[in-house]
């Protein structure tokens, strides 16, 4: 009888054990494809799984995109670009756009959100403004229509200039000029149970101060932080601290809100820049992005205003983008050259590898291709996306990265083994 409670509850344990495999956090990357020189989308896919993404969030709705992400498992979200809110307030065109854009590549590609506009309210076009929540509550219909709401949400992006300050976090509230505007979307976030999209840059905050911002404490380095005076927060990085900035801000407005969740749809670090743009070069990309998305392949992102919630983040971008206006930096936030050699080395060591776009390597983040920004890094090579990522040989201001997939089958192929033969014994 005892015998066979114990060999009952070891099976129950090698059961327990199979059932809930380790996780991370989901790693989301931005694919924009403003320039004249990208590889086609079905060569991009090997890319993105080299650096562990599971997400993708798209800056339109391309068909030839949309049609390469088919049975890839990535969660794909796509956009609505501000140049079409106007039209989205009659909901026939809301329902033709997403009949066409979303629900014709539905369900071999797994589309999860549209974003409708981006960083609208302070883009001072007051007509722009005034289109953006009608366009959403159209577009949200128009999935109502189809079935879809429950497996596709509705949002925007905002940058962090709806804020009237951002520092400390808990002294932030939005701005009153705003208030009007957005408030119609908050609450249309509670009711749909979508979350806000935060464009979050570190980056642009050091560049305007470089003398009184640590630029540890915006890279993820080491660092003594710092301690909200107005909540008791502790911060060791900037992230995390505009994150909550916003969480106050939605407290702020009013206790309905404090559920909104939300997610860093835009966040990086430019590898190159004008002379002006201090702090703009490979050196600190390669540490931003590296240290961010170790963060990520190794235990979930919660802030310490919200520790019960994951943050989903995206990371902007993966390809450096030609013909992207504006300063030099804005061509200089991917990963990738447009060939699919890293601009710089992240470190990431995969056990297993498939082919990428034409040029790229694989290889464990050995001798690379030049950047843009004068330094040569290493080539990652593919793993599965979304797999399990451990750190190896860590250091502050590199990323070594392995997959632990291959590692992981290896020890529950032992681990069953072994408790076969003890299962046996006991019988």
Same mark, same amino acid.
């Given at each position: ?30 694919? $924009? ?146 208030? $009007? ?26 560049? $305007? ?157 050995? $001798? ?60």
């Amino acid at each position: 009888m005892a015998s066979s409670q114990i060999s009952f509850s070891l099976v129950c344990l090698a059961l327990l054990f199979f059932s809930f495999p380790l996780t991370v956090t989901s790693i989301g990357i931005n694919y $924009g494809q403003v320039a004249n020189n990208l590889p086609p989308p079905k060569n991009v896919i090997p890319l993105l799984k080299s650096v562990g993404a599971t997400k993708v969030k798209l800056y339109d709705a391309d068909p030839q995109a949309l049609r390469a992400f088919s049975g890839s498992g990535f969660d794909l979200t796509v956009s609505l670009g501000n140049e079409y809110l106007a039209q989205m307030k009659d909901s026939d065109k809301a329902r033709d756009w997403v009949t066409q854009n979303v629900q014709a590549y539905l369900p071999g590609t797994k589309i999860v959100a549209i974003v409708v506009g981006n960083e609208v309210l302070t883009s001072n076009q007051s007509d722009l403004s005034a289109a953006l929540f009608p366009a959403m509550q159209s577009i949200h219909g128009a999935l109502v229509d189809c079935g879809l709401n429950k497996q596709i949400f509705v949002t925007t992006a905002h940058s962090l200039a709806i804020l009237d300050v951002s520092y400390p976090p808990s002294a932030t509230s939005f701005r009153h000029d705003l208030l $009007g505007t957005l408030t119609p979307i908050l609450d249309f976030h509670v009711k749909t149970g979508s979350p806000i999209l935060i464009n979050a840059y570190p980056f642009f905050a050091y560049e $305007g101060n470089p003398k009184h911002i640590s630029l540890d404490f915006v890279l993820f380095q080491p660092n003594q932080g710092f301690t909200d005076p107005g909540s008791n927060f502790h911060y060791d990085n900037m992230l995390f601290a505009q994150v909550d900035a916003v969480y106050h801000a939605l407290d702020a407005v009013g206790i309905s809100y404090k559920k909104v969740p939300i997610v860093v749809s835009e966040t990086g670090w430019p590898s190159n820049g004008d002379p002006q743009e201090v702090g703009a070069n490979c050196d600190n990309a390669r540490k931003y992005n590296g240290n961010l998305i170790k963060m990520m392949m190794s235990k979930k992102m919660r802030t310490p205003i919200r520790p019960d919630c994951d943050l989903t983040i995206f990371v902007f971008a993966l390809f450096n983008e030609n013909m992207k206006p504006g300063p030099t930096s804005e061509r200089n936030y991917g990963l990738f050259n447009p060939d699919g050699t890293p601009v710089y080395s992240l470190g990431i060591k995969t056990s297993s590898s498939s082919g990428g776009s034409s040029g790229s390597k694989n290889s464990t983040g050995g $001798g690379g291709s030049s950047s843009s920004g004068g330094t040569t890094g290493g080539s990652p090579g593919a793993s599965a996306g979304g797999g399990i990522y451990t750190p190896e040989n860590p250091s502050p201001d590199y990323m070594s990265i392995s997959s632990a997939r291959g590692k992981g089958r290896f020890v529950e192929c032992v681990f069953f083994f072994l408790l076969l033969c003890i299962i046996k014994l006991r019988l």
